[in-house]
């Protein structure tokens, strides 16, 4: 008996597009479109009946729109994966950030044209990502409450990972965790290394909403200057640095080349660039590359990491949030074999997609997994504060 495919919900007003998105995702076995709605308000009704496996969705539409209607899931706690048809251009990628905020899982772009639509190369892509959001977790999903501005935040409590866990250091001088946790490898703690530290992020699926949870925590006086790598195409980057910034009581910007690394400043990766450090002089500076796609993205981690090894910082405290595949994961392990490194990794039940943070915590180089509310804390800790 084969696999019953999953059902989709497809929301968009222009009939041409739900035709072609229907085309596409009927075309692929694992899928089925269930049902068609032509704006958000139709979809909400639906979605208060019938479940879906994942949900289509477009951004403008007249009666209620993509946000709108994901304020409503939210609302009214209706837990959906959704992915949206996002459009490229100006006030389209401040209302992508928005929707990924809201819980939205990704967003793929809207081709301009008719032809690039019926693209095989479109296609490919637009089934690949239906592919990551129908198999995310609604963990933290819609219908999770948004942060406060950053005034009104309060850090969160010290807290100790607690479990069923059993903990048992060998002389391999690692930490074995019990089945509890999987059966992941810590290493044992080690002593703060002392001299300037830089902390260097990376996250994929599920990053913007994750990323709300982590920058807005992390003091003005953090002791390092922090490097940001998430995975997303040009044009986007820069309205998630906005919003993280506003958000923050550290200073967020779109990285430019250039730019001098300066404790307390979060530099992300501009997309669709590879962004790496270098020393200039007596400082390091951000600078971008063209180099091909790695891992199967742009900006990706593995970069970054390794662009540290020359670095004159006495260690690097890395941490890997939510994301599909292993990027992050090889550029940590070259960093290691030159450099002093903390890893601080995601968990599981807090992660929409658990593909890098558990590439990671497999190599046995992860010094803490935490749930997700943690991980300012965890860096924090540790860098310490000026």
Same mark, same amino acid.
């Given at each position: 008996?084969?696999?019953?495919?999953?059902?989709?919900?497809?929301?968009?007003?222009?009939?041409?597009?739900?035709?072609? *998105?229907?085309?596409?995702?009927?075309?692929?076995?694992?899928?089925?479109?269930?049902?068609?709605?032509?704006?958000?308000?139709?979809?909400?009704?639906?979605? $208060? $009946?019938?479940? !879906?496996?994942?949900? %289509?969705?477009?951004?403008?539409?007249?009666?209620?729109? &993509?946000?709108?209607?994901?304020?409503?899931?939210?609302?009214?706690?209706?837990?959906?994966? %959704?992915?949206?048809?996002?459009?490229?251009?100006?006030?389209?990628?401040?209302?992508?950030?928005?929707?990924?905020? +809201?819980? #939205?899982?990704?967003?793929?772009?809207?081709?301009?044209?008719?032809?690039?639509?019926?693209?095989?190369?479109?296609?490919?892509?637009?089934?690949?990502?239906?592919?990551?959001?129908?198999?995310?977790?609604?963990? &933290?999903?819609?219908?999770?409450?948004?942060?406060? *501005?950053?005034?009104?935040?309060?850090?969160?409590?010290?807290?100790?990972?607690?479990?069923?866990?059993?903990?048992?250091?060998?002389?391999?001088?690692?930490?074995?965790?019990?089945?509890?946790?999987?059966?992941?490898?810590?290493?044992?703690?080690?002593?703060?290394?002392?001299?300037?530290? /830089?902390? #260097?992020?990376? /996250?994929?699926?599920?990053?913007?909403?994750?990323?709300?949870?982590?920058?807005?925590?992390?003091?003005?006086?953090?002791? *390092?200057?922090?490097?940001?790598?998430?995975?997303?195409?040009?044009?986007?980057?820069?309205? +998630?640095?906005?919003?993280?910034?506003? +958000?923050?009581?550290?200073?967020?910007?779109?990285?430019?080349?250039?730019?001098?690394?300066? $404790? &307390?400043?979060?530099?992300?990766?501009?997309?669709?660039?590879?962004?790496?450090?270098?020393?200039?002089?007596?400082?390091?500076?951000?600078?971008?590359?063209?180099?091909?796609?790695?891992?199967?993205?742009?900006?990706?981690?593995? !970069?970054?990491?390794?662009?540290?090894?020359?670095?004159? !910082?006495?260690?690097? /405290? /890395?941490? %890997?949030?939510?994301?599909?595949?292993?990027?992050?994961?090889?550029?940590?392990?070259?960093?290691?074999?030159?450099?002093?490194?903390?890893?601080?990794?995601?968990?599981?039940?807090?992660?929409?997609?658990? &593909?890098?943070?558990?590439?990671?915590?497999?190599?046995?180089? %992860?010094?803490?997994?935490?749930?997700?509310?943690?991980?300012?804390?965890?860096?924090?800790?540790?860098?310490?504060?000026?």
């Amino acid at each position: 008996m084969g696999n019953v495919a999953k059902k989709i919900l497809v929301v968009d007003d222009s009939a041409l597009m739900r035709r072609i *998105a229907s085309d596409i995702i009927d075309g692929d076995s694992r899928y089925h479109v269930e049902d068609k709605a032509k704006d958000g308000a139709e979809a909400l009704e639906l979605l $208060k $009946k019938k479940s !879906y496996d994942a949900v %289509v969705l477009d951004v403008n539409m007249p009666r209620m729109g &993509g946000l709108e209607l994901l304020r409503e899931l939210q609302k009214q706690k209706i837990s959906v994966r %959704v992915l949206m048809f996002s459009s490229t251009t100006g006030e389209g990628t401040k209302e992508t950030i928005e929707a990924l905020e +809201l819980g #939205a899982v990704d967003f793929i772009q809207k081709p301009s044209g008719l032809a690039a639509l019926k693209d095989e190369e479109f296609k490919e892509h637009f089934l690949k990502y239906l592919a990551v959001v129908s198999k995310a977790s609604l963990v &933290g999903g819609v219908g999770t409450v948004q942060p406060q *501005a950053a005034a009104t935040i309060k850090p969160p409590v010290p807290q100790i990972r607690t479990g069923k866990a059993v903990t048992t250091t060998t002389a391999d001088g690692f930490t074995h965790i019990s089945p509890a946790t999987g059966g992941i490898k810590l290493r044992s703690s080690v002593p703060s290394v002392s001299g300037e530290k /830089c902390i #260097a992020i990376a /996250c994929s699926t599920g990053g913007p909403k994750a990323l709300q949870k982590v920058i807005p925590y992390i003091p003005a006086g953090i002791n *390092a200057p922090i490097l940001l790598v998430q995975h997303m195409p040009a044009g986007f980057t820069k309205s +998630l640095a906005e919003r993280l910034d506003a +958000l923050s009581k550290v200073k967020v910007k779109e990285a430019e080349d250039g730019d001098r690394l300066e $404790k &307390g400043i979060v530099y992300l990766a501009a997309g669709g660039k590879h962004m790496k450090v270098g020393r200039s002089g007596n400082q390091m500076r951000i600078y971008y590359s063209d180099e091909p796609a790695r891992e199967g993205v742009k900006p990706a981690a593995n !970069y970054m990491y390794e662009s540290l090894v020359d670095s004159p !910082y006495a260690e690097i /405290c /890395c941490a %890997v949030l939510t994301g599909m595949g292993a990027d992050g994961t090889v550029g940590i392990q070259n960093l290691e074999k030159q450099k002093k490194i903390y890893v601080v990794a995601q968990d599981e039940s807090t992660s929409a997609v658990y &593909g890098m943070p558990r590439a990671i915590a497999q190599t046995g180089l %992860v010094s803490e997994i935490v749930p997700l509310e943690r991980v300012a804390d965890a860096i924090t800790k540790h860098v310490g504060v000026r």
